[in-house]
Nanobody, 124 residues
Framework: QVQLVESGGGLVQPGGSLRLSCAAS????????IGWFRQAPGKEREGVSC????????YYADSVKGRFTISRDNAKNTVYLQMNSLKPEDTAVYYC?????????????????WGQGTQVTVSS
C-alpha cells in the first residue's frame, strides 16, 4: 500500500518562500512518477510539478515555471517542492501524488495515490 506523507505548508507573505516535502513508502517499483498537485476552493485539482524516476525528467505548470523547483532524494524516497516568489494565486491545498508508470504525466485524473494534503496560504 503506497503511503505519502506531506509536510511544509503554512502561511507566507507574497514574495516569500516555502518548501514542501513528501515521503513515499509502500512501493517496490523502480519506475514511477511522483509530484505535486494543488486544489484551490471551487477549482479542480491541477498538476504543479512532477518528476519521473525512469529518466529524471520533470514537468512544471506554466504558472510556476521559474519560481518552483522539484527535487528528489532517492535514498529517502522523498520529493521536495521549493516554492519561491509566491503569489496569492498560489494559495491552495497542495497534494503529493504517486503513479507507477513511465514518463512524466502530471494530469491529476491519472493518479490514484494521494497524500493527505497541506495548506499553503499566500497573503499579506
Amino acid at each position: 500500500q503506497v503511503q505519502l506523507v506531506e509536510s511544509g505548508g503554512g502561511l507566507v507573505q507574497p514574495g516569500g518562500s516555502l518548501r514542501l516535502s513528501c515521503a513515499a513508502s509502500g512501493f517496490t517499483s523502480d519506475y514511477y512518477i511522483i509530484g505535486w498537485f494543488r486544489q484551490a476552493p471551487g477549482k479542480e485539482r491541477e498538476g504543479v510539478s512532477c518528476t519521473s524516476s525512469s529518466d529524471g525528467s520533470s514537468y512544471y505548470a506554466d504558472s510556476v515555471k521559474g519560481r518552483f523547483t522539484i527535487s528528489r532524494d532517492n535514498a529517502k524516497n522523498t520529493v521536495y517542492l521549493q516554492m519561491n516568489s509566491l503569489k496569492p494565486e498560489d494559495t491552495a491545498v497542495y497534494y503529493c501524488g504517486f503513479r507507477i508508470t513511465y514518463g512524466v504525466s502530471c494530469s491529476a485524473l491519472d493518479y490514484k495515490h494521494w497524500g493527505q494534503g497541506t495548506q499553503v496560504t499566500v497573503s499579506s
